[in-house]
């Protein structure tokens, strides 16, 4: 069974910074997805960025761009920690982050990286309050 932990989560005021982990266990496969995706009560579950695994690939909302970083730590295929560095946070950075994962050996394009509906296993969540 494929389990995803959140941590790194908290409160900042604007400008501050924050590095969210997100540990990947029980893949029985390589190559797999590990998308980051922020929720408020206002709005729908939206991506803010993903990585490949296996293929490298990286993808950023255009919102986060030059702000998050995602990397990942080289550890085993059945356990894998993602971290997304996230600086000069503003306060439209705030809500509950999730991680997300599903295998492929396939290309993703950015929208589908950045899709909530590629992605078959879901953490907990961690909040993020920036204050302004």
């Known amino acids: 069974q494929v389990q995803l932990v959140e941590s790194g989560g908290g409160s900042v005021q604007t400008g501050g910074s924050l590095r969210l982990s997100c540990v990947v266990s029980?893949?029985?496969?390589?190559?797999?997805?590990i998308g980051w995706f922020r929720q408020t009560p206002e709005k729908e579950r939206a991506g803010v960025a993903a990585i490949w695994k296996v293929g490298g690939a990286i993808y950023y909302a255009d919102s986060v761009k030059g702000r998050f970083t995602v990397s990942q730590d080289n550890t085993r295929n059945t356990l894998s920690t993602v971290h997304l560095q996230m600086n000069n946070l503003k306060p439209e950075d705030s809500g509950m982050y999730y991680c997300?994962?599903?295998?492929?050996?396939?290309?993703?394009?950015?929208?589908?990286?950045?899709?909530?509906?590629?992605?078959?296993?879901w953490g907990q969540g961690t909040q993020v309050t920036v204050s302004s």
């Open positions: 997300a994962t599903r295998s492929s050996w396939d290309r993703w394009s950015p929208d589908q990286a950045l899709s909530e509906r590629s992605y078959n296993y």
């Open positions: 029980g893949y029985s496969v390589s190559s797999y997805y």
